[in-house]
């Protein structure tokens, strides 16, 4: 039986034009109908669909139409449904964030990528991390750190020289940006199934913001994180685009 597809784009023009033309092609559903998403971007419009699609429980294809695509399929507009039909799942879990700010508010929000906490000041951030209730570090002097999933761990984390991690290891990346002191501390690989918090020290003097993939919090005086089994998303790969593969040869990037 053939799937019935929703597309989406960003908004630049090639790729809305490619909206246009697919959905009248392959006779394009909403969103209520569909038993997958098309997206039709980048690295960051799949975020931006998988954040706002969370609910549906369908899986979502993307073609490239961006400068940074690992987490598309190359675009082409021929033979969709068989390329579809073909392509390899990868089911994701998000990290679940929720943050506490200086004013007493709370905020919960999702990463597929990472969870980051940042330096808002020319200040160094000064960050106490405690895993499953035990302190590890009691004060990491830093410009800020990061979560990653192994989804995520080839963004922000690699570039801020953390490890890529196969997407089936269960396990995460708590990376260090810019630390100052434990100076010799790079970082650290742990279950999945870890509970971290964050505490910021002298959050008045030296305040540090929380940001869960692109969803901000400033000010915050603590952050706990952890993985979210309850919901997952299944992005869809070309067998030879497969993201376990395109994980593992990242490695081998020059």
């Not at 369908?58 to 082409?76: E, I, S």
């Not at 964050?198 to 869960?212: D, F, G």
Request: glycine share 6%; with cysteine.
């Amino acid at each position: 039986m053939a799937q019935r597809m929703a597309f989406i784009a960003n908004p630049t023009t090639e790729a809305q034009a490619a909206q246009v033309a697919l959905s009248r092609r392959y006779r394009g559903v909403s969103m209520g109908e569909a038993d997958v998403i098309v997206a039709l971007g980048g690295d960051g419009f799949m975020l931006r669909t998988l954040h706002a699609h969370l609910a549906r429980g369908v899986p979502v294809y993307g073609m490239k139409f961006g400068r940074v695509g690992f987490l598309m399929n190359q675009y082409a507009d021929r033979d969709l449904p068989e390329r579809i039909a073909a392509a390899h799942p990868a089911v994701l879990h998000p990290l679940a964030m929720r943050a506490r700010d200086a004013a007493g508010n709370h905020c919960e929000a999702l990463a597929f990528n990472e969870v980051s906490l940042l330096r808002q000041t020319n200040q160094a951030a000064h960050l106490e991390l405690a895993l499953d209730g035990a302190v590890k570090l009691h004060e990491l002097v830093c410009d800020g750190v990061l979560l990653a999933t192994p989804a995520g761990s080839t963004a922000y984390n690699l570039s801020a020289h953390g490890p890529i991690l196969p997407l089936d290891a269960n396990v995460l990346a708590l990376t260090p940006i810019s630390p100052f002191r434990p100076r010799r501390w790079r970082g650290a690989i742990l279950p999945a199934a870890t509970d971290v918090r964050i505490r910021v020290r002298m959050p008045q003097e030296r305040p540090v913001s929380a940001t869960a993939d692109f969803i901000e919090v400033r000010d915050v005086v603590e952050v706990a994180v952890g993985v979210d089994r309850a919901r997952p998303v299944t992005l869809l790969f070309d067998p030879d685009h497969r993201l376990e593969q395109r994980i593992l040869d990242e490695q081998f990037t020059l």
